[in-house]
């Protein structure tokens, strides 16, 4: 029987082998969507997009606006958007709607922690808050 510590050590490399095929795969995704959107900017051609609350509209290659890449940035920049801060369920639904996720909350949690222990947000009753002035990104 495998002791704890091996099991852990060998858990933590087989998600990190993971990650790391799965950051992989979306490089590559990422990589093809620039490609069309450079040919569809070159051709002058407009890429359809999905609009939750209307149906399809058009978006041209030049104005798409980038999303996000992890959930910590997409917790500043919901948390830039409210100064009085936000509770962690209220920032899990901006989260998943910015990166176009499901992202339990156990997956917010330790980020938020992560932001917390880099002088980033701040706990403030039940809510997390940027903290003003901060010079730089996550």
């Known amino acids: 029987m495998a ?3 091996e099991f852990l050590a060998l858990r933590h490399r087989a998600l990190m ?3 790391a095929e799965r950051q992989l ?3 590559s995704i990422e990589e093809e969507i620039a490609q069309i959107e450079r040919a569809a900017e070159a ?3 407009s890429l359809i997009v999905p609009d939750d609350e209307h149906g399809f509209t058009e978006k ?3 104005s798409r606006i980038r999303l ?3 959930i910590k940035d997409a917790a500043i920049e919901a948390l830039s ?3 009085l801060g936000m509770t962690a369920h209220d920032i899990l639904k901006v989260v998943n709607e910015k990166l176009g996720t499901d992202y339990p909350r156990s997956s917010l949690s330790p980020q938020l922690s992560r932001l917390k222990g880099e002088g980033i947000v701040y706990r403030e009753d ?3 808050v940027l903290v003003p002035n901060r010079n730089s990104p996550a």
Do not use: G
């Open 43 to 45: 051709a002058n051609i």
């Open 81 to 83: 958007e409210k100064k």
């Open 3 to 5: 002791s704890l510590n």
């Open 68 to 70: 996000p890449k992890t």
């Open 25 to 27: 795969e979306l490089a």
């Open 17 to 19: 082998r993971a990650r």
């Open 126 to 128: 039940d809510r997390w």
């Open 60 to 62: 041209s290659a030049r």
